[in-house]
Nanobody
Framework: QVRLVESGGGLVQAGGSLRLSCTAS????????MGWYRQAPGKQRELVAV???????NYGDSVKGRFTISRGNAKNTVYLQMNSLKSEDTAVYYC?????????WGQGTQVTVSS
């Protein structure tokens, strides 16, 4: 059973930084991609950033240039460095991993940016 453990969320002032971490266990097959989505109250879940098996990355338009996704050497851990945070970045951030069997989601970690 795939398990995702997220950490690093919290409260930060606008303009500040946070770093999220996510480690996957129970992985059987090669990871196609791993990354982060977020969901703000009353809004749909949206892409933040993902990193694919070959190292390629995709970012949501609203975070380009401010957020950076990376992964650990074991490739079952991803990090999201979030800089220049804005109040509109406030959301629950969900880690996701895909082994080609459909996405597995973490429980989410709250990020709150105060203006």
């Amino acid at each position: 059973q795939v398990r995702l453990v997220e950490s690093g969320g919290g409260l930060v002032q606008a303009g500040g930084s946070l770093r999220l971490s996510c480690t996957a266990s129970g992985i059987i097959f090669s990871i196609n991609f791993m990354g982060w989505y977020r969901q703000a109250p009353g809004k749909q879940r949206e892409l933040v950033a993902v990193i694919r098996s070959g190292g390629g990355t995709n970012y949501g338009d609203s975070v380009k240039g401010r957020f950076t996704i990376s992964r650990g050497n074991a490739k079952n851990t991803v990090y999201l460095q979030m800089n220049s945070l804005k109040s509109e970045d406030t959301a629950v951030y969900y880690c996701v991993v895909d082994q080609g069997l459909g996405p597995n989601w973490g429980q989410g970690t709250q990020v709150t940016v105060s203006s």
